[in-house]
């Protein structure tokens, strides 16, 4: 199964923005790139997902390495309410049925200073 | 889009008592369901998915098991819990590229 390598914490300023990268060698050709975040005692909610492109939505940016091997989630303008552990996550295919699914690894906490 | 439902939001339970733990859907028919362990400061772990109905299929062995009686329905068992099942459990629901998570259930095994 294709893994996730992540900083455990980052620091921000709020109003700033913030690069989440995430390395992820071993993905495969049909793997979708994703981001959630966590609050506490909270499930994850989704943030953005891509494959190839780098995608845009009202939340985030995601930023694609040519080679794929790489990502970067980007928050353009930090704020209070994004501290939050943020994970990078591939579909990963269950060994038995072929079935896709989330693997979460131990993802980046995000601290921001007002 | 769906909404995922599960109780209760805590719970604290003796060592070698049982569980059950439910997750609902709304919004959808016929989801792929998961259940999710999350120990305190750590990832979260796949624990059991289901594609339908009586369908289960566990990626980790353990104390716990799963069940699907109904279509929108997962429920998350044991008959005799131990302390090291004590974690944060999380219910989810797939989604073309999503995935939807209910609100947890922070289990404490004393």
């Known amino acids: 199964d294709a893994k996730t390598t992540q900083p455990n914490s980052m620091e921000s300023n709020e109003e700033e923005p913030v690069h989440l990268p995430c390395n992820h060698s071993?993905?495969?050709?049909?793997?979708?790139i994703h981001w959630y975040r966590q609050l506490p005692s909270q499930g994850p909610e989704y943030v953005i997902h891509g494959l190839t492109s780098n995608v845009n939505n009202r939340m985030a940016s995601l930023a694609i390495a040519e080679d794929r091997k790489s990502s970067t989630l980007i928050l353009h303008r930090a704020t209070l309410r994004d501290a939050a552990v943020y994970y990078c996550?591939?579909?990963?295919?269950?060994?038995?049925?072929?079935?896709?699914?989330?693997?979460f690894g131990s993802g980046t906490r995000l601290q921001v200073q007002p | 889009s769906q909404t995922i439902h599960q109780w209760p939001a805590t719970l604290v339970q003796p060592v070698g008592s049982p569980l059950s733990l439910e997750c609902t859907v709304e919004?959808?028919?016929?989801?792929?369901l998961y259940w999710y362990r999350q120990a305190a400061g750590r990832g979260l772990q796949l624990l059991f998915y289901s594609v339908g109905i009586g369908q289960i299929s566990s990626e980790v062995p353990q104390n716990l098991s799963a069940s699907r009686p109904q279509d929108r329905q997962f429920i998350l068992s044991s008959k005799k819990l131990l302390l090291s099942d004590s974690g944060f459990y999380l219910c989810a629901s797939w989604e073309n590229t999503e995935a939807f998570f209910g609100q947890g259930t922070r289990l404490t095994v004393v």
């Open positions: 996550i591939l579909r990963d295919v269950i060994r038995d049925t072929g079935r896709r699914a989330l693997t």
């Open positions: 919004g959808t028919s016929n989801p792929n």
């Open positions: 071993t993905i495969s050709g049909t793997d979708y």
